[in-house]
């Protein structure tokens, strides 16, 4: 798979989290957490133009698909993006949403490294680890672009929407379980294989 970019640079539910620049720092409804490792869902990306104005919500004008730029609704309007978070089983799934320049410097590459493998890892979502943030220096203005490193893929811990009641004891918490069909050997009768566990996650290493 050939990735091309989210087109997020230049030109110039649930919770959502916030990462702000100007203090380094995470945030959900005003409180700063400690980000470690996290889930992302890359099919629920979205990209297009925000506008930003003081006292109102902000108005999105979305891309058709990933990349492929709609037209500008306004001069005022900057490139952004919004993907759901997994923070853990105490936060569950958060929206983050930005059209700061360092914000989208920092999803462009991370979409840089998941894009060309999530083909291949289709229904799964990415787990990643926050490294921290880098202060960059953007024209006549200074930012910090938040960093990412990809750890691997699992199974899409389950919600309110896809709860599975044929989980395993011994699952961690909200983790699907898929069962593999009984292998045809003719006419004898034979019992299904053992089913396979989701991939484990750490939980108490998420948040």
Not at 57 to 70: V, Y
Not at 117 to 136: D, F, H, I, L, P
Not at 179 to 202: E, F, H, L, Q
């Amino acid at each position: 798979m050939t990735f091309t970019g989210l087109g997020l640079g230049g030109g110039g539910g649930g919770s959502y989290i916030r990462f702000s620049p100007s203090v380094n720092a995470w945030t959900i409804g005003g409180e700063e957490i400690q980000l470690k490792k996290v889930l992302f869902d890359f099919d629920s990306l979205r990209t297009g133009w925000c506008l930003l104005e003081a006292g109102n919500p902000p108005q999105w004008s979305w891309d058709e698909s990933l990349g492929r730029r709609s037209m500008k609704p306004g001069d005022d309007y900057k490139r952004g993006f919004s993907i759901k978070m997994w923070l853990g089983p105490d936060r569950g799934w958060a929206e983050w949403s930005s059209n700061g320049t360092g914000p989208s410097l920092g999803m462009e590459a991370l979409a840089a490294v998941v894009m060309p493998q999530k083909e291949a890892n289709e229904g799964k979502v990415a787990v990643c680890q926050y490294t921290g943030s880098k202060a960059e220096k953007i024209g006549r203005g200074n930012t910090r672009v938040p960093s990412f490193e990809l750890l691997g893929w699992t199974d899409r811990p389950a919600d309110d929407a896809d709860e599975v009641e044929d989980e395993a004891p011994s699952q961690p918490v909200g983790m699907n379980i898929k069962r593999a069909a009984p292998p045809s050997t003719g006419s004898k009768a034979v019992p299904p294989p053992a089913a396979k566990k989701a991939a484990a996650i750490d939980l108490a290493d998420f948040g």
